[in-house]
């Protein structure tokens, strides 16, 4: 029991930091086309 504990733990971290590095990601994307829509269409 103490593995499959351990083991869903481990599965837990490594779900939220794919979760929270793609919405890093997801910000940085909208924030550069936002910049570049306002560059070249005012």
Request: charged letters at 10%; hydrophobic letters at 70%.
């Amino acid at each position: 029991m103490n593995e499959l504990m351990s083991q869903a733990v481990d599965l837990m971290i490594a779900g939220m930091g794919f979760v929270f590095a793609f919405l890093i990601i997801l910000v940085f994307a909208t924030t550069f086309m936002s910049k570049l829509i306002l560059r070249f269409a005012p």
